[in-house]
């Protein structure tokens, strides 16, 4: 089978500033690939054009073997996006089960499947029991496990997570790498931002350390830990940047 992702050269700049400069990145069917960098490494910024939500100034990528310009909408058909920011305030006023309904309208998940699907995908998540309540009383790993949910309505090849577990506690955190985990298993492919490096070190199969838009390296987590003796993803990046994650970002 071809590969998922297939980016090369790929760039965006916003005003003269680089905020992704010349990144590659290929990500085969099944994987779950990390990419991991500190705030404002360009994370987002490539994920927005990997979803074809951001014209890229430079470079090229197909995702599920289409042009992200060229053919958008057959990427869009194919992917799953859950963003970095929880949910708009106007879906507070819905319950899981309403928010989730309709979100799969949105998705052109067929009517008389919208149903069904959105339940469905709540019970993936473990939210059935909270299906009824309104998503403003949910709790932030709730909100999370919804927005989870939300991107896999119309059964995506690929799902693309922003830092899911971002402000989640510990608990939430590994709930949510179970319920990813789970789906990989099944065959999804995952690309997920991240900047907790404890969460790269247990849920990747590979890689790329990002930093001012440009990698600093890629590989396993075992093999980048091991080429250089460290300890942990925090040691890989320090050496190789020379400077350290800001303090608090390491999770
Ligand atoms: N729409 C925009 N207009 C101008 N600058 C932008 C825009 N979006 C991103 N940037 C800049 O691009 C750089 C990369 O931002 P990006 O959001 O991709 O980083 P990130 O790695 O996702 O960071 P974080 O970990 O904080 O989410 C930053 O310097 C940011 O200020
Ligand atoms: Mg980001």
Redesign the pocket.
């Known amino acids: 089978m071809g590969l998922i992702i297939e980016a090369e050269r790929l760039s965006r700049s ?2 003269g ?1 680089a ?2 400069d010349g990144l590659a990145l290929t990500i085969a069917p099944g994987e779950i690939f990390g990419l991991l ?10 994920i927005r054009m990997l979803a074809t939500l951001l014209p890229p100034s430079g470079g090229a990528a197909q995702v599920c073997g289409f042009d992200v310009v060229r053919a958008a909408g057959e990427v869009r058909k194919r992917i799953g996006y859950v963003m ?1 920011q929880v949910s708009p305030m106007g879906s507070y006023l819905l319950t899981g089960r309403e928010k989730a309904e309709i979100e799969a309208s949105l998705y052109h998940v067929p009517r008389r499947r919208v149903k069904a699907r959105a339940a469905e995908v709540l019970d993936l998540v473990g939210l059935s029991e909270h299906a009824d309540r309104l998503v403003q009383e949910y709790s932030g790993g709730m909100q999370k496990r919804l927005d989870l949910a939300c991107g896999l309505l119309h059964r995506p090849e690929l799902l693309i997570l ?2 899911p577990t971002l402000g989640l506690d510990v608990h939430s955190r590994h709930r949510v790498w179970d319920h990813i985990r789970g789906l990989c298993a099944e065959g999804m492919t995952v690309l997920l ?1 991240t ?1 907790y490096m404890d969460e790269a070190d247990r849920l990747c199969d590979r890689l790329t350390i ?1 930093d001012h ?1 440009r990698e600093v390296v890629s590989g396993t987590p075992a093999e980048l830990k091991d080429a250089l003796g460290a300890p942990t993803l925090d040691e890989v990046f320090l050496r190789h940047t020379g400077h350290a994650l800001r303090e608090g970002e390491a999770g």
């Open positions: 916003f005003g500033h905020a992704v960098g500190p705030n404002g490494a360009g994370k987002t910024t490539t970095q922003d830092e931002a900047n990002v838009g």
